[in-house]
């Protein structure tokens, strides 16, 4: 077994002050891991860097035509936003159309990241609910699929039908059977793959097809949605977000909690999976945003490429005090 490699060195001043190691997989839709880091085998749980595959029976099955969903809709499925207006009055307008409430939601109530709708409820002198949690999104198409099937009202239950279509899915395109399950933070199960499970399940979605089978046409739709939709699958300031935009809709980006990330490169067809051991979520960052730019999708003097990889670091009187510096192997690696 491989171990773990150093990604990201921090740096202040002089002094290499951190380092962050993790594992990091680019799978080629051909079969083949194109560049490796660390153990490709590891075993991970991809938490939130794995909507788009917990969202593809919401496709799959017809649900998300059956109930009319837009473009948005289908990349809100997939998000993990801000808790910003924009992210909230989607939600409003969801379980509206479903007849439901937010009472109906299962992912329990999480003050706002976005300043602006936090200020918002302390001057109202309101509690943040369950819209503002960052998974809101992804339960408004848990409970449009479950709708659709007839469940039972508790969908985040691992042997809920729901979450028996999310892990057939995952267990398809990762194309390995999960040895387990955590619990998310949304209360919904989260399973478990190695990086290159991961990876390879990214892979078949930057190969899918527009004109491909049902499957092909859902991972399609999904992989487009979020790309086109950057500000509602993160937030203003967020790093998926910036990532997309950077790249003008070219790739599509999704991070997890404890520094998973991950990439879709469609007119690559390459599937990019990655965890830092530590869970910071900085070298996650670094580490995806100098593999895009190594598989030649972003530029690396972009803006949002060198604040991510480079830094700089600095202090409370806005003094340059460190900066980021990516591995060397990373920076080497190159299509």
């Known amino acids: 077994m491989s171990e773990a490699e150093i990604l990201l060195e921090v740096h202040r001043g002089p002094f290499n002050e951190s380092q962050h190691r993790g594992h990091a997989v680019i799978w080629d839709a051909g079969g083949d891991i194109v560049a490796a880091w660390g153990d490709p085998e590891k075993v991970i749980l991809p938490r939130s860097s794995s909507k788009m595959l917990q969202a593809l ?39 509206a159309d479903l007849g439901l409430s937010e009472t109906d939601l299962r992912c329990g109530p999480q003050e706002p990241n976005d300043i602006e709708a936090r200020n918002g409820l302390i001057c ?126 070219r790739v599509t980006v999704k991070t997890g ?24 979520t900085r070298a996650a960052e670094a580490t995806i945003t100098q593999l895009l730019i190594g598989a030649g999708v972003l530029e690396a003097n972009h803006p949002v490429a060198k604040s991510l990889t480079q830094g700089p670091i600095t202090n409370r009187r806005a003094v340059v005090t460190g900066e980021y510096l990516t591995a060397q192997s990373l920076r080497d690696w190159s299509l």
């Open 257 to 280: 909690a404890e520094a998973v990330f991950v990439a879709i490169i469609p007119e690559k067809k390459l599937g990019i999976a990655l965890k830092i051991e530590d869970g910071t």
């Open 57 to 95: 029976p919401l496709v799959e099955s017809g649900a998300a035509d059956h109930f009319g969903l837009t473009e948005a809709q289908l990349a809100f499925a997939c998000a993990s936003h801000q808790g910003a207006h924009v992210h909230t009055d989607m939600v409003d307008a969801w379980l």
């Open 124 to 249: 109202a002198h309101h509690h943040p609910d369950q819209r503002h949690n960052n998974c809101s999104g992804k339960h408004c198409g848990f409970l449009t699929l479950n709708k659709h099937l007839g469940g039972g009202s508790e969908y985040i239950e691992v042997n809920h039908s729901v979450q028996k279509a999310a892990k057939a899915a995952f267990e398809e395109l990762t194309e390995e059977t999960s040895p387990g399950y955590g619990i998310d933070g949304c209360s919904a199960p989260n399973f478990a793959s190695t990086v290159s499970g991961l990876a390879r399940a990214m892979a078949s979605y930057a190969a899918a097809s527009e004109t491909g089978s049902a499957r092909e046409k859902a991972m399609h739709r999904l992989t487009h949605a979020m790309a086109a939709h950057p500000v509602l699958v993160a937030g203003e300031g967020r790093a998926c977000t910036n990532l997309m935009r950077a790249m003008e809709g």
